[in-house]
């Protein structure tokens, strides 16, 4: 057993969990999506990213390009939220929720993408 | 390229990692932990507040607590964190500067910046392998010609150099062994530029490795090589290496052509010098007597060969003929430095000496020695170290025998105006009457110093507005081309060597010789005359002026008038 490889599918696992944590619930209720779990979701991708650095192999490109495509989203979406609730004030209303929260929706599709690609690379090694 | 970023994104994991936990664990402590705000209500910082201080914070800006004062325990949260993170950035940075040092890192770098320099060359260039002696005076007298180089040299020290030389272009050079086709291919072997490969190494195996490389892949290309023994010449030879050049036989060859015709032997120094070097004089080796040759190596060999071509009675001295083989000649053991052995090989009877051992300071004392017992002795002094030049030129030999400047010339020749070899295997059928002929003409060309040689090819490149006049049907001659466009009535100092055209070879070229498209001229003159001549080739009405005498208007308008008023001589 490779440690490394341990945290290595630990991180991109938990990045897909954690994104469907918050993902799940009515898309349009503030209740169902809390700020916390957001903020736990951008720190994971982002750790799951530097983690991916540095495979010259095409599986280890097509990992990277998942990750970057799901923080790509999550920061979006992290954006949103702090424009609605700081910048403008106008609070978590339905429409800005719905958007935040189809923005990390496609990060979690990402975030499958990514397991998937884990999962083929594993049964493929074959040993 | 690639492997830059690979390396850098690499290196740069852990220390991004480090960042990112303790950012991530210094903005939720602070989320958490209560403040209060000015009413003295609790007050939970928002994540958006919390990422803004943190991020202030870690870089050691520091603005301040906002929007509230801190609680004591939310100052003691802030200094935990203060220091963690600006020791995981301290981390950072110290790796990426640590990065930017390493050897592999640089290296990386280095090869990178090469093959872009390589991929963007647009002229044709030669590939030096070799950067040593004969490499250096190649890529100067090749860079001084505006032509292009790029030079791969083992020794890093070497190819350092090349950017403290002041040479006129820039020569891309790599670190690293010609022996590898890695290394060939990175140099722009396979570039469609690419015009020849020159292997200049000191080790026979790599010149050989280097020359059958290039012939596989890319057969276009011209391969010259450097090789000391006959065993790689002849192998060289077998898979088409297009020159091979041996210093020794080449000199040995040259010596041949200085008993035969003293006066070819002289115009051949003078066409194949560097341009700037002065003159030299013509040398006669005389033939009233027996030579001794010191040193029966290499080059004693191939010397020995041609003289006994020449029927000269050779006397060999050699100090361990256990080594070199015993010679077929006359034969003296010993080094030649000191009288005695001198003496036994009849040096006051002697006509010439070759001080030929592979060690200067032996050579030069055979040479002092000698001539204090001979002082009519006819020298030939062979130098192996470039630094010993000043030396070697103070005993004031009839020849010398430098094989590196040797290699020079020849291939600075081969790839600047092969035209002149061409020239130069004819001109051996001659009378020497006719080489001393033609040797006081080009000396009265030119003052002092060697001539310049260009070999001009009638197209449509380099010399348009001549070509497409000949294409239209216009007569010109060899005397016309060598008119001075600034008054016709004098010619310039210059002179048509040989003209190239299809299968035939014109020698000396008459002057009322007519030039046709598609010729390949070889001319020999002073700087300033090709200067003017290019004036004539590559303009039109100076080819007109010079050809008719007329100076035409050029103008649309004034050619207009000019016709009304029936002016046309």
Not at chain 2, 459 to 480: R, S
Request: proline content about 4%; hydrophobic content about 45%.
């Amino acid at each position: 057993m490779n440690p490394e490889k341990v945290v290595f599918g630990f991180f991109i696992v938990l990045a897909l969990t954690l994104n469907f944590g918050f993902f799940v619930g009515e898309i349009e209720n503030p209740e169902h999506h809390h700020v916390f779990e957001l903020f736990a979701v951008v720190v994971v991708n982002l750790i799951a990213t530097v983690l991916k650095f540095g495979d010259r192999s095409q599986m280890g490109a097509l990992l990277l390009a998942t990750s970057l495509v799901a923080i790509l989203q999550l920061i979006a979406a992290a954006v949103v939220w702090t424009f609605a609730v700081h910048v403008y004030a106008t609070g978590l209303t339905p429409d800005v929720m719905a958007s935040i929260v189809s923005l990390s929706g496609g990060a979690m599709l990402a975030n499958v993408i990514s397991v998937i690609l884990l999962i083929i690379e594993t049964v493929m090694l074959r040993r | 390229m690639d492997s830059i970023v690979f390396l850098i994104v690499r290196r740069m994991r852990q220390p991004l990692l480090t960042l990112l936990v303790v950012y991530a664990v210094a903005i939720l402590g602070l989320v958490l932990i209560p403040g209060r705000d000015a009413d003295g209500g609790v007050w939970h910082m928002s994540l958006f507040h919390a990422f803004y201080f943190v991020s202030y914070m870690a870089t050691t800006i520091g603005f301040g607590e906002i929007p509230y004062a801190f609680t004591d325990a939310q100052r003691l949260w802030v200094s935990l964190s203060l220091y963690a993170s600006v020791i995981s950035w301290i981390y950072a940075f110290g790796t990426i500067l640590s990065l930017v040092q390493d050897r592999t890192f640089q290296e990386a770098l280095a090869e990178s910046r090469f093959a872009r320099r390589i991929r963007k060359m647009r002229e044709p260039f030669h590939l030096v392998c070799g950067y040593g002696e004969t490499g250096t005076a190649l890529v100067q007298a090749l860079t001084r010609r505006g032509q292009h180089a790029v030079v791969i040299d083992i020794d890093e020290a070497r190819t350092n150099i090349i950017q403290l030389q002041d040479l006129r272009e820039v020569v891309p050079a790599l670190h690293g062994d010609a022996a590898l086709t890695r290394h060939l291919q990175e140099a722009g072997l396979q570039h469609p530029s690419c015009a020849g490969v020159v292997a200049l190494t000191d080790d026979n195996d790599v010149n050989l490795k280097i020359a059958i490389t290039a012939k596989l892949l890319n057969p276009k290309i011209k391969v010259i090589s450097r090789a000391d023994s006959h065993d790689v010449e002849a192998n060289m030879a077998s898979f088409g290496t297009d020159h091979i050049v041996d210093p020794f036989d080449t000199f040995a060859s040259h010596l041949a052509v200085a008993f035969q015709a003293p006066c070819l032997y002289l115009l051949q120094r003078w066409l194949t010098g560097r341009e700037g070097v002065a003159l030299s004089e013509p040398v006669y080796p005389p033939r009233d007597g027996h030579w001794v040759v010191c040193g029966y190596g290499r080059f004693g060999k191939a010397v020995c060969a041609r003289l006994a071509g020449e029927g000269v009675r050779v006397v060999v001295i050699e100090a361990r003929p256990e080594l070199t083989g015993q010679p077929e000649s006359d034969f003296v053991a010993g080094r030649g430095t000191e009288a005695e052995t001198l003496n036994q090989a009849d040096i006051e009877n002697a006509a010439g000496l070759v001080a030929g051992t592979d060690n200067d300071a032996n050579n030069l004392s055979i040479v002092m020695t000698a001539r204090q017992l001979n002082p009519d002795l006819f020298f030939v002094v062979r130098q192996n170290q470039h630094d010993d030049h000043d030396i070697i030129a103070a005993v004031d030999a009839d020849m010398v025998m430098h094989p590196s400047s040797i290699i020079a010339d020849k291939i600075r020749v081969l790839l600047a105006t092969p035209m002149l070899y061409e020239f130069m295997s004819l001109a051996l059928y001659q009378e020497d009457a006719w080489a001393c002929e033609l040797a006081s003409r080009v000396s009265a060309l030119v003052q002092d110093e060697v001539p310049s040689i260009r070999e001009w090819s009638l197209d449509a490149g380099h010399t348009a507005a001549m070509h497409e006049y000949l294409v239209h049907g216009g007569q010109y001659t060899v005397e016309d081309l060598l008119r001075d466009p600034w008054y016709r009535a004098r010619s310039l100092q210059a002179i048509v060597l040989l003209i190239h055209r299809r299968n035939d070879r014109i020698l000396l070229p008459e002057v009322t010789t007519a030039l046709k498209p598609g010729d390949r001229l070889l001319i020999c003159g002073s700087r300033g005359a090709f200067t003017r001549m290019e004036w004539t080739v590559s303009h039109r009405h100076t080819l007109e002026y010079v050809k008719t005498g007329v100076d035409r208007p050029q103008g649309w308008l004034w050619r207009r008038l000019a016709t009304h008023k029936g002016y046309r001589r």
